[in-house]
């Protein structure tokens, strides 16, 4: 039987199987075929888990007795920071190539509660840090549309992975735009949730404040469905809201659409004109759409960029060889310190190490950390007042289509600007998602660009009906 992965949804295998139209076995096993296919070309997944027939089995049980949900046995792929007891989750970095996971993250759970079937861990930037994968240690994801090209990043693998029809769903992290980015550039819808809408718990720390797990799907409908699973307060991370935070209904038939035009002067012009068209749809819908300038948003990578290090020198502080990490031994405590760091460690890591500890130091946190808090707040406060009158702050998500391998990594501040769309909604802490809006056209390929709506704080469920309403446009 051959079911069609191309069109294929959640909702759609969800009936099928309901059905009995395909059994959940036949399902998974279409995904294998296509992973088999293709994964040395694309390297999506560093490696499969060891259990999928067990996890079949336990799904295809759920549907016999009537305990099934709309996501029993659908695949997913996850992110390689994403831990699930029993599997390597080694964030794609040398210092945890062999690392199994002794317990399974909270959203990963809830997944499994539902009888989702996980098939493996998809390939990232060294412990989220990068736009492209290209900081993996084991060699970047390419980009399904176009093989010269990166799928983005950190979460590359998990956006190429439903692209190109590997998974029905996955899951990735945010921390300055990872999720939205790479699904940008592959052409799926990325979904970051307000901070604390999804548990932490159980995914590999790169910046504590600014971290979200969050699904990358095939449409928004499909990312509702996935978000209203693992949302929610959690005892195993005290940062998480509680559910009812998101009770109150705040949808509306006619959404306040700010666009900030003073900064959109470095995106790509054919980018632009799509955004363009797109904003157009929107209005003729009836929502309003405003030309706003939000002064706050040039702080978004200069915070970014002292915040996160700073998180990250600390996060990473346990690969050690002794805590965490494979060691490689020195002649002394000393020299094994930094024999493991210097082979475990990859330059981007190495770098926002030394950064972080540098913002962090005496008589220097004053003049970096302190200032980036102060500035934070600031943005806060701006973006609180401007969410007074309208819903959503409207940005294409990247300035540029995917790009060419070595086009960028070369000059890390090239590959930062990649974020400069992204990194505002997790430094506020706001809902914010990456909904496709066509191709643009680059030396013969169809490149995929996306949309980003930014949300009010605790807007979720706003943020999923604007991208819904927008995907039916
Ligand atoms: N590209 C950004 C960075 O390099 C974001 C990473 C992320 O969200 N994990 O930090």
Redesign the pocket.
Known sequence: MSINLETLTITKAHKGLKAGDFSVKELVDEYLLVIKEKNTELNVYLNLHTDIDQQVERAQQMFVDGTATELTGIPCALKANLMRKGQVANASSKILENYTATYTATVVKRLEDQGVVFLGATNM?EF????STENSAFGPTKNPHDTERVPG??SGGSAAAVSAHMALFSLG??????IR?PAALCGNVGFKTTYGGVSRYGAIA?GSSLDQIGPFAKSAQDTRIIWDVIKGQDKHDMTTLDTARWDKDVTKQVYSLAIPNDFLHGVQPDVLAKFETAVSKLEDAGHTVTRVSIPALQYGLPVYYVV?PAEVSSNLARYDGIRYGSKVPGSNLLEEYISTKSQGFGAESKRRIMLGTYVLSAGYADKFYTQALALKEKMKQELEELYKTHDFVLTPTTPTPAFKFGEKSADPLQM?L??IFTVSANIVGIPAISMPMGTVESSGSRLPVGLQFMGRYGDDSAVLDIAEKFEQL
């Open positions: 930037d989220a840090m990068g736009s990043g950190s992290t945010d921390t300055g735009g990872s980015q790169m996160m930062y990649e974020d």
